[in-house]
């Protein structure tokens, strides 16, 4: 089945993001979350792609593994870093070896950061949207793009990041994931934006329960994700006590997943950091941890 409708078929949709740990502790880290996600039956579970060929290597190896392993379905991230269209084909025709059929396609960023001037590899793709259509010509891949509510940093306004996320839907991708954000009107406007240029396709809102005040602050000031001053003095009120912010983390989690999945939104798609027990109380919370269909 393709995930898009999986997506489409599940309401509402969950799914878990992960990223692929550099040491056997963090491994072992990782697989205690798996588990215990498991049971909540999400629709798919995604595993991110650094920069160099040792994280690539990691990416498919563990996604290979909860193919073979769980009863999950595993999306793998694909970037443009540092890639010809040919090692993109290779590293494409290693998921399809991997029993890897889903994949989202992002253009990565720089070594220096989302801020960093991007510079693409002389013989790979500029943008996203080309390793989108890539991907489409090279199997019966299910194919997911990144989506921004909250304005990219490369991107002149909120405009044209909808008319770049339509130019992925017309190249071929199914559904979309949202960047972080903490203010459910943007991901709304987001949808509103893309609709009015006729692109439809489900836009899956990515939302992190905060368990860590300096690693939020730190990824929003990398990425623009724009901190309310509500979500920021909640958080500070707290700071320095792990178990509270923790608690505040999984409260502002909930209430924003509750505005999203009650204005309409196609599913929630939860960053873990590779930890579960935040993302287990949301769901918990919203009454998702008994079966759904
Ligand atoms: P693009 O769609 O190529 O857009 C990049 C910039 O170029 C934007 O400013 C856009 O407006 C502009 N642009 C795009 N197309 C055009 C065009 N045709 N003409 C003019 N301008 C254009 N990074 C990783 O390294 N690994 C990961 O696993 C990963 N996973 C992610 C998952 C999600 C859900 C999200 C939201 C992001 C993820 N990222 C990941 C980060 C992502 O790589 C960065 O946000 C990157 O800066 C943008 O990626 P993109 O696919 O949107 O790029």
Known sequence: DRLSDLIAAKRPSISFE???????????????????LEPLNPTFVSVTYGAGGSSRDRTTRVTQR??????????????????????????IADYAAAGVRNVLVVRGDPAGGPRAEWVQHPGGPRYAVELVSLVRELGNFSVGVAAFPDVHPASSDLDADARVLAMKAEAGAQFAITQMFFR?????????????????????????????????????????????????????????????????????????????????????????????????????????????V
């Open 66 to 91: 909860i193919a073979q392993d769980t009863t999950l379905t595993p999306m793998a991230h694909l970037t443009c870093v540092g890639a010809s269209l040919s090692d993109l084909r290779g590293v």
């Open 18 to 36: 992960f990223f692929p740990p550099k040491t056997d502790e963090a491994e072992a880290t990782l697989w205690q979350s798996i588990r215990r």
């Open 184 to 292: 459910p009107e943007a991901y709304f406007e987001l949808v509103d934006r893309a609709a009015a240029l006729g692109c439809t396709i489900p836009i899956i809102p990515g939302v992190m329960p905060v368990t860590n005040v300096k690693q939020v602050e730190r990824i929003a000031e990398l990425t623009g994700v724009s901190l309310p001053p509500g979500v920021v003095d909640r958080l500070h009120a707290v700071a320095g006590e792990p178990a509270a912010v923790r608690q505040v983390g999984v409260g502002i989690a909930t209430e924003l997943s509750r505005a999203l999945l009650d204005g309409g939104a196609p599913g929630l798609h939860f960053i873990t950091m590779n930890r579960s027990t935040a993302t287990l109380e949301v769901a918990e919370a919203l009454g998702l941890t008994t079966a759904r």
